[in-house]
């Protein structure tokens, strides 16, 4: 059987109505994320790598790359 996905806008997006933002949708045992402006490509990830990520993210341990 397959399940449809519930798919969240992130807080963070600009609130407009174009594509510009991550989605997140959850499973039993896995976490979706994709961006609106491409929504056939997806990641997928469990809950742990998500948190380590987000931690990362959030204690600037984890930085974006320099744009050129």
């Known amino acids: ?5 519930h798919w ?3 807080s ?3 609130g407009g109505e174009g594509n510009t933002c ?3 949708a959850s499973a039993p045992t ?3 994320l994709r961006e ?3 929504p056939s490509t997806e990641l997928t990830t469990t809950l742990t790598p998500l948190a380590h990520l987000l931690a ?5 341990t984890l ?3 320099a744009r050129s």
């Open 22 to 24: 991550v989605e997140l």
């Open 63 to 65: 930085t974006p790359p």
């Open 30 to 32: 896995t976490i979706h």
């Open 36 to 38: 609106s402006d491409t």
């Open 1 to 5: 059987m397959t399940r449809s996905l």
């Open 56 to 60: 990362g993210i959030r204690s600037g």
């Open 8 to 10: 969240q806008k992130s």
């Open 12 to 14: 963070f997006s600009d």
